[in-house]
């Protein structure tokens, strides 16, 4: 099946969608539906994408694994040389269960518990990055009783609005929860110093997600280089500079970040700073080389709206209805001749929340089809629940013809476990 170079994942051949070189409907029958199916050569190659673009500065590519924690698909990032950013024990848990090396992980988040903590001092991780003065407190205490030195860089809150698609995901300004107003990062370091147990190795920003100019990168830069800088001439020189992740990506409509461009802006400033760049991809490794497949169970028409009610709804996918994101969708079959119409493509879930696609022209729908909602590799399943007692998805892992379940569809009694 020669595909040459390709543009996009998931490409149409004779007809219908393909991962690799399987066609989406096959995997729907022997799997069933609703499903996620991943893409390895796609992610593969995002991570090139990610080498080649910052080579210069040779970053650790710590892969954020809230956008999508399947064991399997870690295993793959961590053959693929990459860390991990984590923002709760349970991620830590997963990180190291796919045997990511402990020192190539960050943690960041605003709420670490004690537990947390020692847990991760324990693992022996690169660096938490700390998101409040209590916290740092909390880190030295917990370090301090295990008679440990805890390393650590501060997430600056650089005060840089972002454009964002959805208020949620900006974090960059002032007013959001995430890290430490930049004014006063430098006395926090400085207090660490006087403490035994915490080592001050770097520092920390993340603006946001789905960004898709540079412009608000360099200035949050800009600004944590300057704080750097007085760092340096207080006698406290750092290891790491951590900008965070929030690359955006395309969902079909719309540019991404230009990597290339970023990394020209950001390369040459942390190697003239001499620090260790780092960088939190999560997102733009993993959310195009993703789809989400649901099937038509009816198609409900006759008032002023078409419904077309699939077996996937905000349970497996929220980020339509939470943050009113786009996906493409489109049958996965062969289209033949048929005529647009404007729906709204709705799960079975109890709330007029439930939605895909609102407003959608399709295909003409119909009942039995098999529909490929395209990049949802990220924020997917790792925001999928059992809202409505429903079982979440089975995810498979696709590498050329090999196909592997990564992890099996839930079952009834999945539901009830560990309940009394
Ligand atoms: N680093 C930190 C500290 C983060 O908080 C995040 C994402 C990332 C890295 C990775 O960002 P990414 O490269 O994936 O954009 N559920 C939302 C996105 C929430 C992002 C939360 N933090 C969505 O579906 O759009």
């Known amino acids: 099946m020669g595909q040459g170079v390709l543009t996009q994942p998931f490409p149409r051949v004779d007809g219908r969608v393909v991962c690799g070189e399987v066609p989406l409907e096959d995997l729907a029958d022997t799997f069933g539906t609703p499903l996620y199916v991943y893409d390895l050569a796609w992610i593969r190659r995002r991570v090139a994408a990610f080498r080649e673009a910052f080579q210069g500065a040779d970053p650790l590519l710590a892969y954020s694994v809230k956008a999508n924690g399947n064991l399997s698909l870690l295993r793959e990032l961590e053959s693929l040389g990459c860390g991990a950013d984590i923002t709760s024990g349970g991620e830590l848990f997963r990180a190291r269960s796919a045997g990511i090396d402990p020192s190539d992980i960050v943690f960041a988040g605003v709420g670490k518990s004690e537990e947390e903590i020692a847990y991760a001092l324990d693992e022996g991780i690169y660096a938490f990055n700390v998101e409040s003065r209590s916290e740092l407190a909390r880190i030295e205490r917990v370090a301090a009783g295990k008679g440990m030195r805890a390393r650590f860089g501060i997430r600056v809150n650089p005060d840089v609005a972002a454009a964002t698609p959805h208020e949620f995901t900006a974090t960059g300004h002032s007013e959001t929860k995430f890290g430490v107003p930049w004014e006063e990062t430098r006395a926090l370091y400085r207090w660490a110093l006087e403490r035994d147990s915490l080592d001050p190795i770097g520092i920390d920003v993340h603006i946001g997600s789905q960004i898709v100019d540079t412009g608000p990168y360099v200035r949050a830069l800009d600004r944590v280089l300057g704080v750097v800088t007085e760092l340096r001439q207080e006698g406290i020189p ?15 409509h719309g540019p991404a970040l230009d990597l290339c461009r970023l990394a020209a802006e950001v390369v040459p400033r942390v190697m003239d700073a001499g620090l260790r760049l780092v960088l939190e991809p999560g997102r733009s490794l993993v959310g195009e080389a993703g789809v989400f497949l649901t099937r038509v169970q009816y198609v409900k028409d006759g008032g002023p709206k078409t419904f077309v009610i699939v077996d996937g709804g905000m349970s497996e996918l929220i980020r339509p209805s939470h943050y009113g994101g786009y996906h493409a969708i489109e049958p996965a079959g062969a289209i033949g001749e048929r005529g647009n119409v404007t729906v709204d493509v709705v799960g079975p879930i109890c709330e007029t929340g439930d939605f895909l696609a609102l407003n959608r022209p399709l295909p003409e729908p119909r ?20 809202y409505n007692g429903r079982l979440r998805p089975a995810e498979v892992l ?7 379940v990564g ?11 560990g309940e009394a």
Do not use: H, K, W
Not at 398 to 404: F, L, Q
């Open 407 to 417: 992890r099996r569809r839930e079952t009834y009694q999945d539901l009830i476990r």
């Open 238 to 252: 750092l290891e790491y500079l951590d900008i965070g992740g929030g690359f955006g990506i395309s969902y079909g």
């Open 398 to 404: 696709v590498d050329g013809s090999d196909v592997r």
């Open 367 to 386: 009942e039995g089809e098999l529909l490929a909602v395209r990049t949802s590799g990220a924020y997917g399943f790792s925001m999928a629940s059992n």
